[in-house]
């Protein structure tokens, strides 16, 4: 599976497996493992397969300016092609390049393309079983596809109807709400986490910090999308998978 740490012989001489034991040593998250690998395998194709240390600023500058002038990668897309070099270089290779000079990638503007709450709960209607449960969870309990993945029985407290998140994103632990069947269960103070998920996902009440950190988003405008979506405005949502 993807979310399974690849093995790693000991002793080997492959480039590419010791920067991978070096982010295992330095205790990165998997899934940083895998992207600034793979960024750093397209930094090396993209210059013919020449050896890293046989490259510079220039050719950083070159792929960097590739990425934002001809590939078409979003901003942040081009930062992280950008912090897996610099990883490269300055922490793998023990050297810092000179000041970088690159074209950054033009942010765009889109409306999210996303399902109403009628058409989600229409897709659910014709799922069964494990895929019905997991989908349920992501819509629901607000999980990105790898913290589903993750999951284990450990993360799940069903007397308080709470999910704790393990290694989410930005590797943070959090805890969320646990879609439930205690309909009855009467509403509490957010910060408790006491009220089951299958009456609310987000009370009548919470604010908009408290959306933002149940469902683990960096930025406060990423939320603002998601109340906008479900039509409950910034000060709550009703449950998309119980209402």
Known sequence: ???????????TPRFLDQLRADLRARGYAYATERTYLHWVRRFILFHGKRHPREMGQHEIEAFLNHLGAH?????????????????????FLGREPATLNFQYAKPTK??????THEEAKAVISHLRGTPR????????SGLRLNECLNLRVKDLD????????RQGKGD????????????SRKPVKAHTFRHSFATRLLQQGYDLRTIQELLGHQDVSTTEIYTHVLNRGARGV?????S
């Open 238 to 242: 009703i449950s998309p998978v119980d």
């Open 110 to 115: 889109r409306l999210p393309t996303v399902l």
């Open 1 to 11: 599976m993807d979310d399974i740490p690849v093995p790693i012989a000991s002793g």
């Open 133 to 140: 449960l997991m989908v349920e969870l992501l819509y629901g």
């Open 172 to 183: 943070k632990d959090r805890t969320t709400l646990l879609p439930g069947s205690a309909k």
């Open 158 to 165: 069903f007397a308080l109807h709470t999910l704790t998140v």
């Open 71 to 91: 590939a078409s990668v979003s901003p942040s897309t081009q930062r992280t092609a950008l912090n897996a070099l610099m990883y490269l270089y300055i922490k």
